[in-house]
Structures are given as structure tokens and as C-alpha cells.
T-cell receptor
């Protein structure tokens, strides 16, 4: 299965600044997904990133706040812009490593973001 | 739409106790069902899965059976260990090509030595 490297693993940021999270996969994948996990909560899908096209955002998430890049089949970035304390969460990158849709997703280890 | 309802936690058990974490779902057709585990400070790992009715997924001593008649996928383990302390997420994925995986609220499990 795919191995995902996510950076940074954690960061403490000042409000009003932006943070870019990187996700590197060791194999080519068509779809990459970005999730947010707020403290003590479940995972919420932010957007789906396909190579060569604009990301598709879920309800409640907008490109201006969470711009995503997907320059090739092994890499993606998520930027959290103009941060506020409410953005403090774990951000998780995931991929669908197999054409078999029943396989499930593989997740990175996450980026723990604290906004002060 | 599709949804997953999961037993609320936290759940605290003694080592070697029997574990059940309940999960029920709402979906059309026959979704794929998953249990993911998140150990402290880590991302999610796929624990087990089932893709059709009456399938049993199993891994690391954990089991879950896909019950279409009760729309359930309860997680069980006969004898838990301290190392099983983690957050467990039930999840499903619909059959349509546009379906994404959706997650339950998670159940935090703590095992006392």
C-alpha cells in the first residue's frame, strides 16, 4: 500500500498568518483527499484534489481559505490561510491507493496545528 | 444521504476484558464498511473492512461482521490489551463512483493494566 509523508508534523502559528502543509506519496495516485479533525471530533473532508484540475471542496470549505495545489500524481499541498484559533486542528492527507474502491484510504500521520 | 452512527465514548476496560464498540449505518444499496484506528499522535490506520453482507473483517484479534438486516458493523475483540488504547472510527463508502469515505464520531478506548 502507499506510504504518505506529511510535513510539518506539528506547528504553532500566529493568528492572521498562513501555513502550507505538504503531502508526498511514494506512488502515483489519482485522488488525494484533505481532512480536518478538530479536537475530540471525527474527520471532516475538506476537499478532493485531482492532478491537473481544480480541487473539489465540500460544503463549508472554500478555496480562498484552504487553497490546494496538486502539481503531479505524488504530491499535494494544503494551505490554511489567514488563520484564527478556530483553525486549530489536525489536518490529514489521504489517498486512495488502489483502483479497488473497497480498499479504503491510506492516511498520513497528520499535521497538528495550533493557532495562538 | 449516507451516515454512520457510532457508540459514544470514552470506553474504559480492564486488560483481557471483552470489547464491543457499536456501529450502525444508513446507506442505499451495499456500501463498503471499515474500521479505522488512531493511536495517540498518529494518523488513521485501516484496521479491517467488509464489502458485502455477512462478510467478516478481522485483524489483530479484532472482528466485525457486516449485518445488512440490522445495518450494523460492530467491532469486537475477545481480550483487549493496554496497547489497544486508541480512538476507533467506523466508516462507510457508498457504491457510486462519486462516493467518498465518511466517518463516525469516533470512540476513545482506554485499557487499564
Amino acid at each position: 500500500s502507499a506510504v504518505i509523508s506529511q510535513k510539518p508534523s506539528r506547528d504553532i502559528c500566529q493568528r492572521g498568518t498562513s501555513l502550507t502543509i505538504q503531502c508526498q506519496v511514494d506512488s502515483q495516485v489519482t485522488m488525494m483527499f484533505w481532512y480536518r479533525q478538530q479536537p475530540g471530533q471525527s474527520l471532516t473532508l475538506i476537499a478532493t484534489a485531482n492532478q491537473g484540475s481544480e480541487a473539489t471542496y465540500e460544503s463549508g470549505f472554500v478555496i480562498d481559505k484552504f487553497p490546494i495545489s496538486r502539481p503531479n500524481l505524488t504530491f499535494s499541498t494544503l494551505t490554511v490561510s489567514n488563520m484564527s484559533p478556530e483553525d486549530s486542528s489536525i489536518y490529514l492527507c489521504s489517498v486512495e491507493p488502489s483502483l479497488d474502491r473497497s480498499y479504503g484510504y491510506t492516511f498520513g500521520s497528520g499535521t497538528r496545528l495550533t493557532v495562538v | 444521504g449516507n451516515s454512520v452512527t457510532q457508540m459514544e465514548g470514552p470506553v474504559t476496560l480492564s486488560e483481557e476484558a471483552f470489547l464491543t464498540i457499536n456501529c450502525t449505518y444508513t446507506a442505499t444499496g451495499y456500501p463498503s464498511l471499515f474500521w479505522y484506528v488512531q493511536y495517540p499522535g498518529e494518523g488513521l490506520q485501516l484496521l479491517l473492512k467488509a464489502t458485502k453482507a455477512d462478510d467478516k473483517g478481522s485483524n489483530k484479534g479484532f472482528e466485525a461482521t457486516y449485518r445488512k438486516e440490522t445495518t450494523s458493523f460492530h467491532l469486537e475483540k475477545g481480550s483487549v490489551q493496554v496497547s489497544d488504547s486508541a480512538v476507533y472510527f467506523c466508516a462507510l463508502r457508498g457504491k457510486s463512483s462519486a462516493s467518498k469515505i465518511i466517518f463516525g464520531s469516533g470512540t476513545r478506548l482506554s485499557i487499564r493494566p
